[in-house]
């Protein structure tokens, strides 16, 4: 359990350092957080068996899933150490949610923004009813990531779509 809220508070730091644009720092943080985790799993296994360890299903998916949005947030750094890198989103307080931070407000002239902007605040009251629903202190962080993660993709395809627009309306024009 010691290295599972060590990775947590790796993965806490890494997520701060990502969002302050110090992606380097963010990155080995990340890379720790993978190792401790994978470290926790395996000591799980050792002292537990294999049986045993499926037990704890739901533990172990939780895990699994911490594992996923370190290596989701690595593959964002490294694919885009060759071009400007998104910034992750602001980070979620348990409360309620700045939806101003996710919302662009010039976004009515593009369509792409526009599907962002509705896709974001459906994603946002989804994350809020089950975050409001969660016990686990995991689960919470797990869902946050989680909402992160599809942020950032969402606001990398609104942007990838805005730059084919602005290209062909700059060129095709």
């Known amino acids: ?5 060590l990775a947590l508070r790796y993965l806490s730091d890494a997520l701060n ?3 302050s644009g ?22 799980m296994f050792s002292s537990l068996g294999f049986q045993k360890m499926l037990e704890k299903n739901k533990e172990i998916k939780q895990v699994l899933s ?3 949005e370190c290596s989701d ?8 150490s060759k071009k400007e890198l998104p910034s992750p989103v602001h980070k979620i307080s348990a409360s309620i949610i700045p ?13 792409a923004f526009q599907k962002l902007q509705n896709d974001n605040l459906a994603l ?30 969402n606001d990398m395809i609104a942007k990838r779509k805005f730059d084919e627009v602005s290209f062909d309306h700059f ?3």
């Open 1 to 5: 359990m010691e290295n599972r809220s």
């Open 17 to 19: 350092m990502d969002s």
């Open 22 to 43: 110090n992606y380097q720092a963010a990155f080995a943080k990340y890379l720790q957080s993978l190792h401790i985790l994978t470290l926790y799993l395996n000591e």
């Open 66 to 68: 911490m594992v996923h």
């Open 73 to 80: 947030r690595i593959t964002v750094i490294v694919d885009g």
């Open 99 to 111: 939806v101003e931070s996710v919302i662009n407000v010039n976004s009515k002239e593009f369509p």
């Open 124 to 153: 946002l009251k989804r994350y809020q009813w089950r975050f409001e629903r969660a016990q686990d202190k995991n689960a919470k962080a797990n869902l946050k990531l989680e909402l992160e993660r599809q942020l950032i993709e």
């Open 171 to 173: 060129f095709l024009k």
